[in-house]
């Protein structure tokens, strides 16, 4: 009898523990999944508002930016002669000195080396740098600094989706909404369409923009082989 009852008394302590467990998990998880709810609507009421994936790719890319920089030592002279090259080249073009025959005049420069060589890294660096100078010299309106490195997101494959996904970025940072003709346009996947978006946001509000490994684009619409969608873009 007295082993009975211990019996009886360690299957009521289990089944009160297995119910107040279950209820504490289910509490959580209907928390979670209200926060998951709150990401996917407005990144959990950012303002101003931006759905949780388009936040979920930008944040991506500047915490890659943030992980490849760390990794680069060294060569500061490379870093200095880049940056001084793209203010140069800006300053050119602020006072119409730039080639009137250039199919890509809003591109200050390029990176090319071998695979392995620290190109991504020292990008990203550069990046930092352009950040860095935009703190100092223009305080009150500095622009933004956009990074992408193809082929690493859903969003960085294709010349449209890089497009649209930049194009998003501008439009949170800058609180802007698209123009009537426009506005119903923005999840096109006519490569013209977003083209044209991607021109009138940029010329809208200027921005600096970095992309790596173009060679991971694929090349539909010659996103890849002939950088299509930053041509004649000023």
């Not at 007295?2 to 009521?12: I, P, T």
Request: net charge positive; aromatic share 10%.
């Amino acid at each position: 009898n007295n082993y009975n009852n211990e019996d009886n008394k360690w299957k009521e302590h289990l089944l009160k523990w297995e119910t107040n467990t279950t209820k504490l998990l289910m509490n959580e998880l209907v928390k979670v999944e209200k926060l998951r709810f709150s990401w996917n609507k407005n990144s959990n009421g950012m303002t101003p508002s931006i759905n949780g994936k388009d936040m979920t790719e930008i944040l991506h890319h500047y915490e890659w930016a943030s992980i490849k920089a760390s990794s680069f030592y060294g060569r500061t002279d490379l870093i200095n002669q880049a940056v001084n090259k793209i203010l140069e080249n800006i300053n050119n073009k602020n006072n119409n000195n730039n080639n009137k025959n250039n199919n890509f005049p809003s591109i200050n420069l390029a990176l090319i080396g071998k695979s392995g060589s620290g190109k991504t890294a020292a990008m990203s660096v550069i990046a930092n740098e352009i950040f860095l100078y935009e703190q100092k010299n223009n305080k009150k309106n500095p622009l933004p600094i956009i990074i992408r490195f193809c082929g690493t997101s859903e969003e960085s494959n294709t010349g449209i989706s890089l497009m649209r996904s930049i194009i998003k970025q501008l439009l949170y940072i800058y609180q802007l909404e698209l123009p009537y003709e426009h506005s119903n346009n923005i999840n096109s996947n006519d490569f013209h369409i977003i083209y044209k978006i991607f021109e009138w946001s940029l010329n809208v509000k200027p921005s600096w923009i970095f992309i790596d490994s173009l060679d991971q684009l694929v090349d539909n619409d010659l996103a890849r082989s002939e950088v299509s969608f930053l041509k004649n873009i000023k």
